[in-house]
């Protein structure tokens, strides 16, 4: 494969041209590099490098301007916008950069293709009036101040214009359109200078008017990179814009066009591969690479639609490419240092004094804050984290976490203590704590060498915002300097270094103009990212650029047709990657671009579908065999005593039985922002039991009962500041939550006092009763125990009760059985029925029971008619027939399956095997 630069540099020979007295101008700077290399190896006596030029290089000679940054423009129009405003109608620095942007990229376009500005402005404003929304003759003073701005926005591009050069400086449409006014001069000062342009396609109108200048003054070549496939074809947009210059240019209605190609239609090998999600598409490019022969990496070349994916892509490629050269910058804004300031402003934007425990969290746990919070090997990050956690905060002051980390206080007070939204203790504090990270980074250097250079780029950002805030002052708030932080980081990038010449290369699609590879990888060929569709960021309605000249998305989408087809032309080898999950937000539907060159049907494509390979994992259960250790620790479980809970625990998932209670793993306490289950049980259990405790032995009255209900509010509320310890209760679910347990409470006494109405006697025997009985178990050969708590134990109409509340709802039928060997195997039916049982087990064990025995569950979510449900035993599953009282039968029976539970928990032989609780 011939590249293009050399066929160019191969016909200039050819034309026996004096090189080094030539001036080459390319689309972008790379191209220059590659041309040079090329003329190095090309020419084979000593000359002078001639002069290479990118084409906002040249411009910018012409024009005698410099290019200013975005930012700095912004704050320049700010200037000129306040100038002709009046005063009673300008907004604020922070509401005018919303829109000021948007302006200064239409006076760019407007600049660029040389439009008289008063006849667009002009043209705006008279639109602006015929569509105001009011028909009366009386204008109410909003819509005069709105018809008025679009009046004086010719104003405003006249007088920024006026400054801007004034300075010295400009936005690029503006250097462009005084390279145009100054180019007759240019080409007076160097009447026999040659200009070489190589490679363009899209021009802008001052563009067009510059190199048409030099052809007619015959101070100029001009070498089309265009092939006749697209060109011969009206309705191809690749060649859209050559031939409108073929057609247009005077130039060319006596010279020859140089050159139409014919590389397109030679035989490649042309792959299409659709691969779910962005990051299969950078592992594919990996796996890719891998199969190339060494020698071609050379020339292969790795296009990204997508951009963001370098990050994802240098993770993804092979020990074995040895030399990569990265074309694109890796932009500020992906780099793990923007985390932490976006953070950081996160926590300033409605700083009240009192931080939300997750913002604090996000900067404790960032990596870079970890080392310089830790002193003496106590890592003040994770102390502070666990104080949170272990106190259930929510909102923390900056005083406390000054407090928990005292040894630490400067660096505490730069990441947590309020701006009070003053830019100028903002870029202090920001700056302070560069310094800060860096004299931490510092100790280990040759560890940190690429998180010193984050920092160093970070610096070079908050001085600059600094610069700005010293000469405008205009950054009146947090706010505004967030958002000016945001654009600057937005175009800032840290720059690879290496070889530019040799090895795999890695671009962006505008980085690829003029070059050529016998081997091409385009990743994210997707709608809305090639071509990158319909964006209408402008205040020039559609038929205005249409009626002006101005480029629409029409042109935008041509100008990444012609350079997708110029990477195929001369490749040999294409891969074509698409993306086949549809994303609003990252693309859509594989591109048009594929589709055409379906269409064109010049090519045989290969289409495949490639997907992770995944194999089916047969999901085998965990098994944990029991060891001479884990016996022994079953036997001090056994002595100590099982409870309910555990052995039901064991009968849903041995698994979790074997975590919990032989490795004693508990789960993580994560902070309750709102109050959970188990908390609200608790409160519940809590507040009857100091209401009940007073009446133990006696029987209940309604004025007893009445008593209760005056006191449910602050006792409710007690027991929730105890449980929830710092947890705010005030707002929210948790407010909601307060309230229900109250309302739980009030139920249960009002059913406790209708009962009594009805006639019936209660009497508190016990509450919250520790219970812990030796269990019989012969083929043992160590004391096993069953312990537990019963929350409460009364006598109903001579008629002895043992209770279990439950915050959760219970229906009747959880706490029936048929057949007893159902109670030891299937928790979801039974549990409730297990745990009420060894509670009247326990209790049948430690006292010697004369009255009847009922045992069952109050259920506050269920407090309907009945509220106590009794457990039951039936003959079968649709027996209305149910035996409710508790015999030294029903207890033999329990027992047995007690006991078969017990020791097959304790029998070595059997394992400790996962059960699927899926469900």
């Not at 956690?389 to 000054?402: D, R």
């Not at 698994?655 to 004693?664: A, E, G, P, S």
């Not at 809590?686 to 005056?710: C, I, N, R, W």
């Not at 009747?812 to 745990?835: A, H, M, N, P």
Request: aromatic residues 10%; negative net charge.
């Amino acid at each position: 494969m011939t590249s293009f630069l050399k066929e160019v540099v191969h016909y200039i020979q050819e034309e026996e041209l004096d090189i080094e007295n030539l001036t080459f101008i390319l689309p972008s700077k790379r191209a220059g590099t590659f041309l040079k290399n090329i003329l190095s190896q090309s020419i084979g006596n000593t000359i002078f490098a001639p002069e290479i030029l990118s084409i906002e290089e040249f411009v910018e000679q012409l024009s005698e301007l410099k290019y200013a940054s975005n930012t700095e423009l912004l704050f320049e129009f700010y200037k000129v916008y306040r100038t002709l405003t009046p005063e009673d109608q300008q907004e604020t620095f922070d509401q005018f950069s919303k829109w000021g942007q948007l302006l200064l990229q239409d006076f760019n376009e407007i600049d660029r293709y040389l439009i008289a500005p008063e006849h667009i402005f002009e043209y705006l404003k008279s639109i602006k009036e015929l569509n105001h929304w009011s028909l009366s003759e009386q204008q109410t003073p909003y819509i005069k101040n709105y018809l008025a701005f679009w009046n004086r926005l010719k104003h405003y591009y006249t007088l920024f214009k006026e400054t801007l050069i004034v300075s010295k400086k400009g936005y690029q449409g503006l250097v462009y359109r005084e390279a145009v006014n100054g180019i007759e001069t240019y080409i007076a000062s160097n009447p026999n200078k040659q200009h070489v342009f190589i490679g363009f396609n899209a021009l802008n109108k001052a563009e067009e008017r510059i190199i048409q200048n030099l052809l007619e003054h015959n101070l100029a070549r001009i070498y089309w990179d265009i092939d006749q496939t697209f060109l011969n074809n009206p309705n191809h947009d690749a060649g859209l814009f050559i031939r409108q210059h073929l057609k247009d240019w005077p130039y060319f209605k006596h010279n020859k066009v140089q050159w139409i190609g014919d590389n397109y239609s030679s035989q490649k090998n042309i792959q299409t591969i659709a691969i779910p999600r962005n990051i299969g598409q950078v592992k594919y490019i990996g796996e890719l690479l891998n199969t190339l022969p060494m020698a071609d990496l050379k020339k292969t070349a790795v296009v990204l639609g997508d951009e963001t994916l370098l990050m994802p892509l240098l993770n993804s490629i092979p020990n074995r490419v040895d030399t990569i050269n990265i074309t694109m910058g890796l932009p500020l804004k992906s780099v793990p240092l923007a985390s932490l300031f976006d953070a950081i402003f996160k926590i300033q934007k409605n700083h009240t004094n009192e931080l939300y425990y997750k913002d604090v969290a996000a900067i404790l746990s960032h990596s870079f804050i970890q080392s310089v919070l830790t002193q003496d090997d106590i890592n003040y990050s994770s102390q502070i984290t666990n104080y949170i956690q272990s106190n259930n905060i929510v909102n923390i002051s900056v005083e406390k976490l000054i407090s928990l980390a005292a040894a630490k206080e400067d660096v505490v007070r730069l990441l947590f203590k309020s701006w009070q939204n003053d830019p100028e203790e903002a870029l202090k504090n920001c700056a302070q704590l560069i310094l800060t990270l860096k004299a931490q980074l510092d100790i280990e250097k040759s560890k940190h060498l690429l998180a010193l250079e984050y920092l160093y780029r970070f610096n070079q950002i908050f001085n600059e915002l600094q610069r700005y805030n010293t000469k405008y002052k205009l950054i009146s708030n947090s706010t505004t300097l967030y958002y000016l932080y945001k654009e600057l980081l937005s175009s800032e990038t840290l720059d690879f270094q290496g070889e530019p010449l040799q090895g795999l290369q890695i671009m962006g699609m505008l980085e690829s103009r003029v070059l050529d590879f016998e081997t091409v990888i385009i990743s994210s060929v997707n709608e809305g990212i090639l071509p990158a569709g319909k964006t209408t960021n402008s205040f020039i309605p559609f038929d205005v650029k249409l009626e002006n000249g101005l480029p629409t998305y029409k042109e935008k989408d041509a100008v990444y047709t012609y350079h997708f087809y110029r990477l195929l032309q001369r490749a040999k080898n294409v891969y074509i990657i698409y993306n086949t999950e549809p994303d609003v937000l990252n693309g859509g539907e594989k591109s048009r671009f594929i589709t055409q060159l379906q269409i064109e049907n010049i090519h045989d494509i290969t289409h495949s579908i490639v997907v992770p390979k995944v194999e089916v994992a047969q999901k085998s259960p965990i098994i944990i065999k029991k060891t001479a250790s884990v016996s022994e620790r079953l036997q001090q479980i056994a002595t100590n005593g099982f409870s309910p809970s555990s052995l039901t625990n064991y009968i849903r998932n041995p698994i979790d039985f074997y975590y919990q209670k032989v490795l004693k793993v508990q789960s993580f306490e994560d902070v309750e922002e709102t109050v959970a289950a188990n908390t609200l049980g608790s409160v519940i259990h809590q507040t009857l039991e100091d209401f009940y405790v007073p009446y133990k032995g006696q029987f209940l009255t309604e004025a007893s009962l009445k008593h209760m209900k005056t006191l449910i509010k602050d006792t409710v509320t007690l027991h929730f500041k105890a449980l929830y310890k710092e947890g705010d209760m005030t707002k929210g679910k948790n407010l909601i939550i307060l309230e229900v347990a109250k309302r739980y409470v009030s139920n249960f006494i009002t059913k406790e006092m209708e009962t009594l109405k009805a006639g019936h006697q209660i009497k508190i025997i016990d509450l919250e009763k520790d219970l812990n009985v030796k269990v019989d178990i012969p083929e043992l050969d160590f004391p096993v125990h069953l312990r537990g708590s019963v929350d409460r134990i009364d006598e109903f109409d001579g008629t002895l009760r043992i209770i279990d509340y439950k915050s959760g709802k219970v229906s009747q039928g959880q706490v029936e059985i048929v057949e007893w060997e159902d109670i030891s195997l299937d928790y979801t039916k039974y549990s409730k029925s297990f745990q009420v049982l060894a509670y009247a087990y326990m209790l049948n064990e430690t006292e010697t029971l004369t009255h009847p025995i009922e045992a069952g569950i109050i259920s506050f979510k269920n407090l309907q008619g009945d509220y106590f449900l009794k457990f039951g035993k039936k003959p079968s599953a649709r027996s209305q027939n149910k035996e409710q009282q508790i015999s030294s039968e029903t207890l033999e029976a329990f027992y047995l399956e007690l006991k078969k539970l017990i020791l097959e928990i304790m029998n070595p032989e059997i394992d400790f095997i996962e059960k699927d609780v899926s469900h």
